[in-house]
């Protein structure tokens, strides 16, 4: 077990900088998601931690230790990749077993310990098959036994759920989220899907750009974004943000105007609410009234778009909720419910 | 695919394949059991000598060609596995093994036997060189700088691109008799020195040769197969543990199996055909390989008969042998096709 700490990690490729001054600490026994879009430097910056990129500049500790010269398998690090990684010509039980060979660990130990991970899998009864004779998502089981049978001190895990159905991928979550509280091993956990970092994470980091834009709880990172760009991504739909001018506490925008901000702030700025915040109301006296947009029906609910404030906002309502196209419509937004951000930098304005 | 669309775009190929090869496989299968022999006919001619008195007349039998507007007549008779028994010598090889026989000696007497030694060396040691070769070139080349893999490929393709026989001829130059790494080695040494002049040293230098030819074919197959080698794979084994060792034998090795098998399959089909080597070094006073050997038989003789039923069934033996090389390796391929689908 231990914990995990990069500070001012970087890497670049001659003029293309993959990541951007990283600092960050992870707890032991915690699970951190690297979350952001492709390209953003979350996956670099795990390469990094497991030793398959050196970084350009900054260090990484893992436990007491300064890794950054250490070779991959003195790190004590285990990863689950994307497309699995397993070996083709090996059957399950070697594929587990795999780790223990290599790195000459006691052979009388090693059929429990992979039978031990397999059944903390679920693989018990596929350990004679080949990789090629199994599912997706048995395939990406067989990575995850293979991370844990030599019960290192962190995981890495690098998009492991991309490959798999939607389905597959809402169970094998949950199977992640028990695995970690069974084996309470610190996990460094990558990928671009929200509802994943939302579900697994203890903690989240927002990365674009090789920058980390916040670090905080999954709740913190919903209801208290630092910028517009953790905003717009964390979500779905991601939070509406609005362009206008705010004086004396009244923002106002294209077919938008809401009272009562406690800011002290003038001047341009963005607003942004989330959808489930507002409620739609008669277009007389509400803070947004415009044509509608779009009318999209999820079953539980209805989703009504207008066009405000140079750009598109969501309100999320009734499942009865009926309207065409074009039809006036009014967003009451409660001004506690709304974050100000700076139009240049995109930081939260407090 | 349809079935039927699928038999349509084969069609030509089939037909081409049909009318070039299965048919004068065929033929030649055929042949292989005739012997054309040209027809003679005794003739009785009297010869007279200028005498004192009376010119002195003899009279003798004499056997000629029968000819037909100049060319002589030949005619073709059905003679079975004659052809075969004549190539094989089946007699001589039981000779050679009996008591008294000559054992090894005496087999190697025979073209045929001696040709199939040969063939079968050249082949079998040269297969695993050209592999081994080939691997390390293509895994050096993996790892080295990506601005120096440019003229190594190049500098590596340059044996396969120049034709055997010139190949061979270039390197006789430099070795062989006045060649000039010999002459200035007796320049600079005041010494005969005659290079390759034994039948072994022949043989190695062939068997180099071909390997050196060769190798640049397996060289570029497993560098382009490494080049689809998982990367995940690879990284797993890293973060696992594997040694360079280990990776090679896990990871590469296994991903490098059918491209193996196939460099295998070619490179026993061409090998076995060995010819451009013999003529290039003039080798055939100490080695032939089976095809140099229905070379032989198709040259005409002194009297411009060629023995062709004898190189058909030298042709015949030449393909049964390469088909049972071959055999091991297709059944392994279609057991992991097999497996797979």
């Known amino acids: 077990m231990a914990d995990v700490s990069l500070r001012g990690v970087t890497k670049r490729w001659s003029s293309f900088v993959a990541v951007d001054d990283v600092t960050l600490s992870i707890a032991d026994r915690e699970f951190v998601?690297?979350?952001?879009?492709?390209?953003?430097?979350?996956?670099?910056?795990?390469?990094?931690?497991?030793?398959?990129?050196?970084?350009t500049a900054g260090e990484i500790r893992i436990g007491p230790r300064v890794v950054n010269d250490l070779e991959p398998k003195d790190r004590d690090v285990a990863m689950v990749f994307q497309n699995y990684g397993l070996y083709p010509n090996l059957s399950v039980y070697e594929n587990i077993r795999f780790p223990l060979k290599v790195r000459k660990v006691d052979k009388a130990?090693?059929?429990?310990?992979?039978?031990?991970?397999?059944?903390?899998?679920?693989?018990?009864?596929?350990?004679d098959r080949r990789p090629r004779e199994l599912s997706g998502g048995q395939r990406q089981r067989v990575a995850l036994a293979r991370a844990i049978v030599r019960e290192p001190e962190i995981f890495l895990m690098d998009e492991p759920l991309s490959n798999l159905d939607a389905k597959l991928r809402v169970s094998t979550r949950a199977h992640l989220k028990n695995l970690h509280?069974?084996?309470?091993?610190t996990t460094i956990y990558v990928t671009h899907d929200q509802v994943e970092a939302m579900t697994l994470a203890d903690r989240i980091v927002v990365m674009n750009k090789g920058r980390i834009q916040?670090?905080?709880?999954?709740?913190?990172?919903?209801?208290?974004?630092?910028?517009?760009?953790?905003a717009g991504f964390i979500g779905s739909p991601a939070m509406n943000l609005m362009q206008g001018e705010i004086a004396g506490g009244v923002f106002t925008g294209a077919a938008v105007r809401i009272a009562g901000l406690t800011t002290r702030a003038t001047g341009p700025v963005t607003l942004g609410f989330r959808c489930e915040d507002a409620a739609v109301a008669a277009p007389d006296g509400a803070e947004i009234a415009a044509p509608i947009y779009s009318v999209e029906l999820l079953g539980d609910a209805t989703m009504v778009t207008v066009r405000a404030g140079g750009a598109?906002?969501?309100?999320?309502?009734?499942?009865t909720f009926r309207a065409e196209i074009g039809d006036p419509v009014g967003f009451a937004v409660r001004p506690e419910t709304c974050f100000l951000f700076d139009r240049q930098t995109g930081e939260r304005i407090r | 695919m349809k079935t039927r669309t699928l038999l349509w775009f084969v069609a030509p190929s089939v037909a081409l394949m049909l009318v070039f090869i299965a048919l004068p496989l065929a033929s030649v299968f055929w042949q292989s059991f005739f012997?054309?022999?040209?027809?003679?006919?005794?003739?009785?001619?009297?010869?007279?000598q200028p005498g004192f008195l009376t010119q002195t007349c003899t009279t003798e039998l004499r056997s000629q060609p029968i000819l037909r507007d100049g060319k002589p007549v030949t005619e073709r008779v059905f003679v079975g596995w004659e052809n075969y028994r004549l190539v094989m010598?089946?007699?001589?090889?039981v000779a050679a093994f009996s008591p008294g026989g000559g054992g090894w000696a005496d087999v190697r007497q025979i073209d045929f036997w001696r040709a199939l030694r040969f063939t079968l060396t050249f082949t079998l040691v040269t297969l695993p060189l050209v592999i081994g070769l080939g691997l390390v070139i293509a895994l050096a080349l993996n790892t080295a700088i990506a601005s120096l893999r440019g003229p190594i490929i190049f500098v590596s393709l340059l044996p396969f691109i120049i034709t055997p026989v010139v190949g061979a001829l270039s390197i006789r130059w430099l070795f062989i008799g006045d060649g000039i790494l010999t002459a200035a080695l007796r320049w600079l040494t005041g010494e005969n020195v005659i290079m390759f002049a034994q039948g072994w040293t022949i043989e190695v230098l062939l068997l180099t040769y071909r390997v050196w030819h060769v190798a640049p074919f397996a060289f570029i197959v497993f560098y382009a197969a490494l080049q689809t080698v998982n990367q995940d794979t690879l990284e797993s084994a890293v973060v696992d543990g594997a040694s360079r060792f280990e990776r090679l034998r896990y990871v590469i090795l296994p991903h490098l199996a059918p491209f193996m098998v196939f460099v295998a399959l070619i490179h026993l089909m061409d090998a076995y055909r060995v010819f451009d080597e013999i003529v290039g070094f003039s080798a055939q006073a100490h080695h032939i390989s089976l095809q140099w050997l229905t070379y032989s038989l198709l040259m005409p003789?002194?009297?411009?008969?060629?023995?062709?039923?004898?190189?058909?069934a030298s042709s015949m033996l030449t393909m049964i042998g390469i088909v049972a090389l071959l055999i091991p390796l297709l059944v392994r391929t279609w057991r992991d096709h097999h497996q797979k689908g």
């Open chain 1, 33 to 55: 998601v690297f979350l952001g879009p492709s390209g953003c430097g979350k996956t670099t910056t795990m390469r990094m931690i497991a030793g398959l990129e050196d970084p």
């Open chain 1, 109 to 127: 130990s090693h059929d429990r310990r992979v039978r031990r991970a397999a059944d903390l899998v679920e693989l018990g009864p596929l350990l």
């Open chain 1, 181 to 185: 509280h069974e084996l309470k091993v």
């Open chain 1, 214 to 230: 916040q670090v905080g709880t999954p709740t913190d990172i919903y209801d208290d974004p630092s910028n517009t760009f953790v």
């Open chain 1, 312 to 319: 598109l906002a969501t309100v999320r309502t009734t499942k």
């Open chain 2, 35 to 48: 012997v054309t022999r040209t027809l003679f006919q005794e003739v009785t001619v009297e010869s007279c």
């Open chain 2, 89 to 93: 010598r089946p007699d001589a090889l």
């Open chain 2, 301 to 312: 003789d002194g009297s411009g008969s060629r023995a062709i039923g004898r190189a058909s």
